[in-house]
């Protein structure tokens, strides 16, 4: 399985790297978002920790969409698919490459994002960086595994693309995890700290990963 895994990792990172459409399409429109938000500021205002740090992962979250609708539309274009399927290893092995090349072009796309946000919107990483980065990689683990599981939702089989929708609701949680401590990044002070927070991070990787390994296999079958 985890040979599968590397082999699918390898070949979406050089396709969609080579191509370029899902990234540069996330890239434009997270980028977009934080100079969209960055013009409610009226001059020499700056905004808040907390809005700063929910706008950076609503841009991460919609980047993260698009990439995994391209991903899984890489097999959807030749019918390759059902090779997949066939392949004698475990069908998680789909899921965890789709999931790992998602999630290295998450970062990527988050080493824009981040000093964006940071010139957009007027922030300064005062804050203790230790903690922010840890929930960094916290936060798109989890968001990488339910995408990657809803992404053959939107591509596979069963063909609903709206019900990536579904994604939003269910990241509520992790966001606000990342958001709390990515504030306190941006230097707002918070008595409580980060540690409760990146226990519910943890908690919830351990809860989709998984469930990932259990339902992939059915929801990326489809009808097959």
Not at 197 to 211: G, I, K
């Amino acid at each position: 399985m985890l040979r599968l895994a590397w082999r699918v990792a390898r070949k979406d990172l050089l396709l969609t790297l080579g191509r370029g459409s899902g990234l540069v399409q996330g890239l434009l429109l997270g980028l977009l978002l934080l100079f969209v938000f960055s013009l409610s500021q009226g001059v020499g205002e700056r905004m808040s920790p907390q809005g700063a740090a929910a706008i950076f992962w609503l841009s991460a979250l919609f980047c993260q969409v698009l990439v995994f609708n391209g991903l899984y539309a890489l097999e959807e274009a030749n019918a390759a698919r059902l090779g997949l399927l066939l392949a004698p290893a475990p069908v998680q092995g789909v899921w965890l490459g789709k999931g790992l090349a998602g999630l290295l072009l998450l970062l990527l796309a988050q080493l824009l994002f981040l000093p964006a946000a940071v010139i957009f919107l007027g922030q300064e990483p005062c804050g203790p960086l230790g903690p922010g980065l840890l929930a960094l990689l916290l936060v798109d683990l989890g968001i990488c595994a339910l995408g990657s599981l809803l992404g053959a939702l939107a591509q596979g089989g069963t063909r609903e693309s709206l019900l990536s929708i579904v994604l939003f609701p269910l990241l509520v949680p992790l966001l606000l995890a990342g958001i709390r401590v990515g504030a306190q990044t941006f230097g707002l002070d918070d008595p409580d700290g980060p540690a409760a927070w990146l226990q519910l991070a943890a908690a919830f990787d351990a809860v989709f990963l998984a469930a990932g390994l259990l339902l992939f296999g059915f929801m990326y079958a489809g009808d097959e």
